[in-house]
């Protein structure tokens, strides 16, 4: 092992990271590679694909992903944000480019040249978001102004593509990272009615809103042809599995579940592995996340500490997200949940992600912190 | 707190060169960055709190291992199982289960994948021989090759000797009328899994639960459905349609037979049909069941709905006379009639006339209150939900104001399914008792538990009597089959194309009921832009086309339905309206004899 003496940079980063967040998500990668073992084989042969088609391509993935990962943790919290920088305005280029000539599958443009330019773009706006409120709590207004400018400019081409679940969750980390910076209660009461009254008025007035709704609430009310097999799978596959599960591979379910390697894998791991391996999912991804924010309350860089907590958040409520529909206590939303189901640029950007977080929990001395925050605010 | 030593600092001097106020207001905006690790940990309190809902719905799921099967409704059993007979209420059969071979594959049995594409597809020439061949090549363990097929292709699959091909006996629905009744009953898929009307209806109602539970079924040992549908009359009365909607060049066509007694619907056909034994365009949204599914306006057959309102409240009786000199204004708008009398109308005069500004000024004596709640009282605003599981909502406006109660009180701007405007037509004339519809045999008795009275049994002899007057002296005289005593209403709606009422297409309706003076069964008509022709000097109203098909359809289903003719007319049909002085309404009407 590295000893405590040596100063290379290896030694000084093995020292400085918080390593049991380092090894939980190691137990996620793996445990992804092994449910992705079990839930993709009927995909691929559904689509006479290799039957392990999915697993090759998530194992090759996963090379870049790690190399991604350890560059990003080198970081100094300076450089990530720039490599942030840099990554928002390349994947917001992309985006736009898949709007206008990206080919559509299933109703939305996201694919661009093989890759789906907004997961990049979702750690990419954390850290910038994080940057602006960290400079706006210590300079007043500009720093605030581009925090507000930046989630307009960021989900109008989300909500154009249309992706309301990456919407959804750029918005919900926003608002996380501005009740985190300080914001005053008064706004907090103002802007969680104006999202409250938002969401009344959309149910209201926008049919569309109002039938997922219903048919999340009453599959009958809506009347006519109603289309719950997947989650109604979903639900079974949890009953089929019980507590112990069926045995990997001895999955039945998942032969008909449609998106059983991405949305649904989790209802796959109750089929085949029970709901204990479920819940100790739960319990690995809850452990990061509680840990991950108890760890960033007491980091004293402003940057640092709203940087870490965002990308926490951004990994928690789409982990949340996703488990939650997956036992139907939400409606369907196209989340993926995070190092567990099959993509590829899914699973690079969140390495990406994961990377910046480590990096930004980095152990760094109190006069560096100081030396930073009143030196060089970039 | 650990608060930031050199962010305070930098933010204190700032403040200070402001003036009181706009530090203030920008106050406001600040974020107080003190804060932020109690929030942080208020918002890993929220993701614990997130992630224990998670796990405890999981171990939830864990511990009531029994809700799994109340979950499951309507499975897709491999082999198709068996479904009651449905019969009419004269017992006949409408759809049964028959006993066929289907034949299987198991892929991963056949040696010769080519001959056996080969000579199946000799025998089955109507097989793909591509499909099948990427069907045999699965590795998969069961495929299907072909379903029902007969015991000539049976013995010759059987004599090919082929290894990895079987058969197995499968129950297969049919439907042995073919079109008719169609949208009452339904279909039910290959697997037997009802997919509408009754058939859908009858999972619903558990059998598919009997099936999930293992029970060994056939069709012997199943209640039969008896429907109140008698094959008969829904024979002829789709016959006449057809040869309606095709005379007046219409492009689509619905009737149907009520008992308004017992609320059962005795007959009923929506053109274009389909055949349930070969379902392929059933979803076509051209083939919906207009009698259910279709809102439409009404037109002038909702008069009698308003007439019937405003008698009931005791706002004008059949001797009130009502101002028809001129059209009436309300606003940018002007309210004609068609047969403009310009004069005072009487109440027969105002229905035998069809006058919309009559109707309009009742409308407006009762009020918007009043109007909304003598429709909703007649069940015109809410969804009518029967046995069969499609249905549609009515188009109500969502701002109810003078002009549209004056408007909805000659059947525009409410659009509402003709199912539901003859329960409402029946409970007018039935005495007052509002039944709700039904497609399953049921007695009267039955019928009238929880059935309100919904209008006093005055008025709905008035209502009789107005009909009845309509048919003699009316526009219903196209109608009036001799001996069965016809009452009757036409209504002629403009139908609304792009926003704007259309002048030369037309929804056209007729309403009658049998005989007038005991009211047995309501007949209605509907056509989708029926044509003028030669023959009725190019009108295309109501009377000419679905007036004359529901004579047609009166004259040839009254003796299948047991309807005696009479005659002579009745002495004295309408005796309450005598005993309340209007004498009039017994006499035989002026310009008859």
Same mark, same amino acid.
């Given at each position: 092992?590295?000893?405590?003496?040596?100063?290379?940079?290896?030694?000084?980063?093995?020292?400085?990271?918080?390593?049991?967040?380092?090894?939980?998500?190691?137990?996620?990668?793996?445990?992804?590679?092994?449910? +992705?073992?079990?839930?993709?084989?009927?995909?691929?042969?559904?689509?006479?694909?290799?039957?392990?088609?999915?697993?090759?391509?998530?194992?090759?993935?996963?090379?870049?992903?790690?190399?991604?990962?350890?560059?990003?943790?080198?970081?100094?919290?300076?450089?990530?944000?720039?490599?942030?920088?840099?990554?928002?305005?390349?994947?917001?280029?992309?985006?736009?480019?898949?709007? *206008?000539?990206?080919?559509?599958?299933?109703?939305?443009?996201?694919?661009?040249?093989?890759?789906?330019?907004?997961?990049?773009?979702?750690?990419?706006?954390?850290?910038?978001?994080?940057?602006?409120?960290?400079?706006?709590?210590?300079?007043?207004?500009?720093?605030?102004?581009?925090?507000?400018?930046?989630?307009?400019?960021?989900?109008?081409?989300?909500?154009?593509?249309?992706?309301?679940?990456? &919407?959804?969750?750029?918005?919900?980390?926003?608002?996380?990272?501005?009740?985190?910076?300080?914001?005053?209660?008064?706004?907090?009461?103002?802007?969680?009615?104006?999202?409250?009254?938002?969401?009344?008025?959309?149910?209201?007035?926008?049919?569309?809103? /109002?039938?997922?709704?219903?048919?999340?609430?009453?599959?009958?009310?809506?009347?006519?042809?109603?289309?719950?097999?997947?989650?109604?799978?979903?639900?079974?596959?949890?009953?089929?599995?019980?507590?112990?599960?069926?045995?990997?591979?001895?999955?039945?379910?998942?032969?008909?579940?449609?998106?059983?390697?991405?949305?649904?894998?989790?209802?796959?791991?109750?089929?085949?592995?029970?709901?204990?391996?479920?819940?100790?999912?739960?319990?690995?991804?809850?452990?990061?996340?509680?840990?991950?924010?108890?760890?960033?309350? #007491?980091?004293?860089?402003?940057?640092?500490?709203?940087?870490?907590?965002?990308?926490?958040?951004?990994?928690?409520? !789409?982990?949340?997200?996703?488990?939650?529909?997956?036992?139907?206590?939400?409606?369907?939303?196209?989340?993926?949940?995070?190092?567990?189901?099959?993509?590829?640029?899914?699973?690079?950007?969140?390495?990406?992600?994961?990377?910046?977080?480590?990096?930004?929990?980095?152990?760094?001395?109190?006069?560096?912190?100081?030396?930073?925050?009143?030196?060089?605010?970039? | *707190?650990?608060?930031?030593?050199?962010?305070?600092?930098?933010?204190? =001097?700032?403040?200070?060169?402001?003036?009181?106020?706009?530090?203030?207001?920008?106050?406001?905006?600040?974020?107080?960055?003190?804060?932020? &690790?109690?929030?942080?940990?208020?918002?890993?309190?929220?993701?614990?709190?997130?992630?224990?809902?998670?796990?405890?719905?999981?171990?939830?799921?864990?511990?009531?291992?029994?809700?799994?099967?109340?979950? !499951?409704?309507?499975?897709?059993?491999?082999?198709?199982?068996?479904?009651?007979?449905?019969?009419?209420?004269?017992?006949?059969?409408?759809?049964?289960?028959?006993?066929?071979?289907?034949i299987?594959?198991?892929? #991963? /049995?056949?040696?010769?994948?080519?001959?056996?594409?080969?000579q199946l597809?000799s025998i089955?020439?109507?097989?793909?021989?591509?499909?099948?061949?990427?069907?045999?090549?699965?590795?998969?363990?069961?495929?299907?090759?072909?379903?029902?097929v007969?015991p000539e292709q049976q013995r010759q699959v059987y004599h090919l000797g082929l290894p990895?091909i079987?058969f197995?006996?499968?129950?297969?629905?049919?439907?042995?009328?073919?079109?008719?009744?169609?949208?009452?009953?339904?279909?039910?898929?290959?697997?037997?899994?009802?997919?509408?009307?009754?058939?859908?209806?009858?999972?619903?109602?558990?059998?598919?639960?009997?099936?999930?539970?293992?029970?060994?079924?056939?069709?012997?040992?199943?209640?039969?459905?008896?429907?109140?549908?008698?094959?008969?009359?829904?024979?002829?009365?789709?016959?006449?349609?057809?040869?309606?909607?095709?005379?007046?060049?219409?492009?689509?066509?619905?009737?149907?037979?009520?008992?308004?007694? +017992?609320?059962?619907?005795?007959?009923?056909?929506?053109?274009?049909?389909?055949?349930?034994?070969?379902?392929?365009?059933?979803?076509?949204?051209?083939?919906?069941?207009?009698?259910?599914?279709?809102?439409?306006? *009404?037109?002038?057959?909702?008069?009698?709905?308003?007439?019937? *309102?405003?008698?009931?409240?005791?706002?004008?009786?059949?001797?009130?006379?009502?101002?028809?000199?001129?059209?009436? #204004?309300?606003?940018?708008?002007?309210?004609?009639?068609?047969?403009?009398?310009?004069?005072?109308?009487?109440?027969?005069?105002?229905? &035998?006339?069809?006058?919309?500004?009559?109707?309009? #000024?009742?409308?407006?004596?009762?009020?918007?209150?009043?109007?909304?709640?003598?429709?909703?009282?007649?069940?015109?605003?809410?969804?009518?939900?029967?046995?069969?599981?499609?249905?549609?909502?009515?188009?109500?406006?969502?701002?109810?104001?003078?002009?549209? +109660?004056? +408007?909805?009180?000659?059947?525009?701007?409410?659009?509402?399914?003709?199912?539901?405007?003859?329960?409402?037509?029946?409970?007018?004339?039935?005495?007052?008792?509002?039944?709700?519809?039904?497609?399953?045999? /049921?007695?009267?008795?039955?019928?009238?538990?929880?059935?309100?009275?919904?209008?006093?049994?005055? $008025?709905?002899?008035?209502?009789?009597?107005?009909?009845?007057?309509?048919?003699?002296?009316?526009?219903?005289?196209?109608?009036?089959?001799?001996?069965?005593?016809?009452?009757?209403?036409?209504?002629?709606?403009?139908?609304?194309?792009?926003?704007?009422?259309?002048?030369?297409?037309?929804?056209? &309706?007729?309403?009658?009921?049998?005989?007038?003076?005991?009211?047995?069964?309501?007949?209605?008509?509907?056509?989708?832009?029926?044509?003028?022709?030669?023959?009725?000097?190019?009108?295309?109203?109501?009377?000419?086309?679905?007036?004359?098909? $529901?004579?047609?359809?009166?004259?040839?289903?009254?003796?299948?339905?047991?309807?005696?003719?009479?005659? $002579?007319?009745?002495?004295? =049909?309408?005796?309450?309206?005598?005993?309340?002085?209007?004498?009039?309404?017994?006499?035989?009407?002026?310009?008859?004899?």
């Amino acid at each position: 092992m590295l000893s405590r003496l040596e100063r290379s940079a290896l030694a000084n980063w093995w020292w400085t990271i918080d390593r049991w967040l380092l090894a939980a998500l190691g137990a996620l990668i793996i445990f992804g590679i092994v449910l +992705t073992m079990a839930a993709s084989p009927p995909v691929a042969e559904r689509l006479g694909l290799p039957t392990f088609h999915f697993v090759h391509r998530q194992a090759l993935f996963l090379i870049p992903s790690i190399a991604v990962f350890f560059a990003s943790s080198f970081l100094t919290p300076r450089h990530v944000r720039r490599a942030a920088l840099i990554v928002f305005v390349v994947s917001m280029g992309l985006i736009l480019a898949a709007l *206008m000539f990206g080919a559509e599958v299933k109703g939305a443009r996201r694919w661009i040249f093989g890759i789906q330019p907004s997961e990049f773009l979702k750690p990419a706006f954390v850290i910038l978001i994080a940057w602006a409120f960290a400079e706006g709590a210590k300079h007043d207004l500009p720093g605030n102004i581009l925090a507000f400018a930046l989630l307009p400019v960021t989900i109008v081409p989300l909500i154009l593509q249309p992706d309301f679940g990456q &919407t959804m969750l750029v918005s919900l980390v926003w608002v996380g990272l501005f009740f985190i910076a300080g914001l005053r209660w008064i706004w907090v009461v103002g802007i969680s009615s104006i999202g409250v009254g938002g969401m009344l008025l959309a149910y209201k007035f926008v049919p569309h809103v /109002r039938a997922r709704f219903l048919k999340f609430i009453d599959p009958g009310t809506t009347g006519g042809v109603v289309d719950t097999f997947q989650i109604d799978t979903a639900i079974d596959s949890f009953f089929a599995g019980g507590w112990f599960g069926k045995g990997p591979g001895e999955g039945t379910v998942k032969r008909i579940l449609p998106d059983a390697h991405t949305d649904f894998i989790f209802a796959v791991t109750g089929e085949e592995f029970g709901i204990v391996a479920c819940l100790a999912l739960v319990g690995v991804f809850a452990y990061i996340v509680i840990r991950g924010l108890m760890l960033t309350a #007491r980091n004293e860089d402003p940057f640092c500490r709203l940087a870490a907590a965002g990308l926490i958040m951004l990994f928690g409520i !789409q982990s949340a997200i996703n488990m939650a529909v997956n036992l139907h206590l939400m409606p369907a939303k196209g989340m993926t949940l995070p190092f567990i189901s099959y993509g590829g640029s899914s699973v690079i950007s969140l390495a990406l992600g994961m990377g910046f977080l480590v990096a930004v929990m980095r152990k760094r001395p109190r006069a560096a912190i100081v030396l930073h925050s009143e030196a060089n605010p970039a | *707190m650990e608060t930031e030593a050199p962010g305070q600092e930098e933010h204190a =001097p700032d403040d200070a060169q402001h003036n009181v106020v706009l530090g203030r207001l920008l106050s406001l905006f600040t974020l107080k960055r003190e804060k932020s &690790t109690r929030r942080i940990r208020l918002v890993a309190f929220g993701f614990g709190l997130v992630y224990c809902v998670i796990a405890g719905k999981l171990i939830y799921f864990g511990l009531h291992p029994e809700l799994r099967q109340a979950m !499951q409704q309507s499975s897709s059993d491999t082999v198709a199982a068996a479904r009651p007979d449905i019969l009419d209420r004269n017992g006949v059969i409408l759809a049964t289960d028959v006993k066929v071979t289907s034949i299987f594959a198991e892929p #991963r /049995r056949i040696i010769d994948r080519d001959e056996a594409v080969d000579q199946l597809t000799s025998i089955f020439p109507d097989l793909d021989p591509r499909e099948l061949e990427a069907k045999l090549g699965s590795h998969k363990g069961f495929v299907w090759v072909k379903r029902a097929v007969t015991p000539e292709q049976q013995r010759q699959v059987y004599h090919l000797g082929l290894p990895g091909i079987g058969f197995m006996q499968e129950n297969k629905r049919v439907y042995p009328n073919g079109p008719i009744a169609a949208h009452v009953l339904g279909y039910a898929n290959i697997n037997g899994v009802g997919i509408s009307g009754l058939e859908k209806y009858i999972d619903g109602e558990g059998l598919s639960d009997l099936q999930n539970a293992g029970f060994n079924l056939t069709t012997e040992n199943l209640k039969p459905i008896v429907t109140s549908l008698d094959l008969n009359a829904t024979y002829a009365l789709r016959d006449e349609l057809a040869k309606g909607v095709a005379k007046f060049k219409a492009k689509a066509g619905a009737a149907a037979i009520l008992d308004v007694n +017992t609320g059962e619907v005795i007959a009923m056909a929506s053109l274009p049909d389909f055949d349930p034994n070969n379902p392929v365009d059933a979803l076509d949204p051209d083939k919906i069941n207009r009698m259910t599914v279709g809102v439409y306006e *009404m037109g002038s057959t909702f008069k009698a709905l308003s007439i019937a *309102m405003a008698l009931d409240a005791g706002k004008v009786t059949l001797n009130s006379k009502l101002d028809a000199r001129e059209s009436l #204004r309300y606003g940018h708008f002007t309210i004609h009639d068609y047969h403009a009398q310009h004069r005072f109308l009487s109440v027969p005069e105002v229905f &035998t006339y069809s006058s919309n500004i009559g109707t309009a #000024r009742m409308a407006l004596m009762v009020g918007v209150e009043g109007h909304k709640a003598f429709l909703h009282k007649m069940g015109q605003l809410e969804r009518l939900r029967t046995e069969l599981p499609e249905s549609a909502e009515p188009l109500v406006p969502k701002n109810w104001g003078e002009l549209n +109660t004056m +408007t909805i009180a000659f059947g525009q701007g409410l659009n509402v399914a003709p199912l539901q405007a003859m329960m409402a037509v029946g409970a007018l004339v039935n005495g007052g008792i509002m039944i709700h519809p039904t497609f399953l045999k /049921r007695s009267e008795e039955e019928a009238h538990r929880d059935a309100p009275q919904v209008i006093k049994p005055e $008025t709905s002899e008035s209502l009789r009597y107005l009909m009845r007057l309509n048919a003699e002296i009316g526009s219903a005289r196209k109608a009036d089959i001799d001996g069965y005593f016809v009452g009757g209403k036409t209504g002629t709606a403009d139908k609304i194309i792009h926003g704007h009422y259309s002048n030369d297409k037309v929804l056209t &309706t007729f309403m009658a009921i049998v005989p007038a003076d005991k009211p047995k069964y309501l007949f209605f008509t509907m056509m989708d832009e029926p044509q003028g022709l030669p023959e009725t000097s190019y009108y295309r109203t109501a009377a000419w086309n679905s007036g004359a098909v $529901t004579g047609k359809i009166i004259a040839r289903v009254g003796p299948m339905l047991g309807v005696t003719p009479r005659f $002579t007319p009745p002495s004295e =049909p309408f005796p309450l309206l005598a005993q309340a002085g209007y004498t009039a309404a017994n006499l035989p009407p002026p310009g008859t004899h």
